[in-house]
């Protein structure tokens, strides 16, 4: 039996209906290789924080990979093994790229996760931009909320940074 690579969408669930989404790269053992995470992000340190709800607080992508010894996986989680082929290491390879492009944009993250008035751009924002550079459909997690989920930050970049 050939193993290949395979792409997981996973929900981070925060205060019981709430989903933070993210994604996973698991090798061709099922090892995890890394995640893709929107964060809310201080400016001044650099560090990210659970919920952005400062001022200074911006939205930033991540990459979690085994020298951070980071990671949000945990067990018990949402998760949809949403690609798996002998490309998936290519298509991590074209959303990491994007990294360094959305974080030079400096976007302002919503006060507690959400924009009240107009597009919400938050970290599922940051799930669905990854997912359009994976060549994959966002999944969404049934049950629970997700604000942001379809609104891809690079498309609402231009009005993100006027508020």
Not at 107 to 136: C, D, E, H, Q
Request: charged residues 15%; proline residues 6%; hydrophobic residues 45%.
């Amino acid at each position: 039996m050939t193993h290949t690579s395979s792409i997981e969408a996973r929900a981070f669930i925060i205060a019981r209906y709430w989903a933070h989404a993210f994604w996973v790269l698991r090798g061709a053992q099922g090892q995890w290789l890394g995640e893709l995470h929107g964060l809310a992000t201080d400016r001044r340190n650099g560090h990210p924080v659970p919920v952005g709800y400062r001022r200074w607080h911006s939205l930033r992508a991540w990459h979690f990979d085994a020298g951070q010894r980071l990671t949000l996986c945990k067990p018990g989680q949402p998760v949809e093994v949403v690609y798996r082929g002998a490309d998936a290491q290519a298509r991590w390879a074209r959303a990491l790229a994007l990294i360094e492009r959305v974080n030079a944009l400096d976007l302002p993250y919503p006060r507690g996760g959400i924009k009240w008035w107009g597009a919400t751009v938050n970290s599922n924002s940051m799930f669905t931009t990854f997912a359009a550079a994976l060549g994959l459909a966002p999944p969404k997690f049934s049950g629970l909320l997700q604000p942001g989920l379809g609104n891809c930050v690079m498309m609402h970049a231009t009005t993100a940074r006027q508020d």
